[in-house]
Nanobody, 119 residues
Framework: QVQLVESGGRLVQPGGSLRLSCVASGRTISNYAMGWYRQAPGKQRELVATITSNGMTAHTDSVKGRFTISKDNAKNTVYLQMNSLKSEDTATYYC?????????????WGQGTQVTVSS
């Protein structure tokens, strides 16, 4: 059974950068599609970025040009590089996965890591 553990969230000023990490334990992620979701207080969880099992990426419009998802199969880790952070990026960020080529209805979730963008 794959377990996902996120890290890297913290308080950062607007315009700053963060890199979130999601380490998968229990099995190699080379056959998994992965993604990052976020949920702000009082709002629904939204998809931020996905990466297919063969490395193709997609990002939601609100983060395009600022966020980049990537993965390192050798380290069993997925990253979310976040630049030019805005206050509206404040949320709990969750790593998700599914053993499939694309991330549709993920069935594996991490516990979340808090990102707060504030001066």
């Amino acid at each position: 059974q794959v377990q996902l553990v996120e890290s890297g969230g913290r308080l950062v000023q607007p315009g700053g950068s963060l890199r979130l990490s999601c380490v998968a334990s229990g099995r190699t992620i080379s056959n998994y599609a992965m993604g990052w979701y976020r949920q702000a207080p009082g709002k629904q969880r939204e998809l931020v970025a996905t990466i297919t099992s063969n490395g193709m990426t997609a990002h939601t419009d609100s983060v395009k040009g600022r966020f980049t998802i990537s993965k390192d199969n050798a380290k069993n880790t997925v990253y979310l590089q976040m630049n030019s952070l805005k206050s509206e990026d404040t949320a709990t960020y969750y790593c998700a996965a599914k053993r499939a080529p694309v991330l549709f209805q993920p069935d594996l979730w991490g516990q979340g890591t808090q990102v707060t963008v504030s001066s």
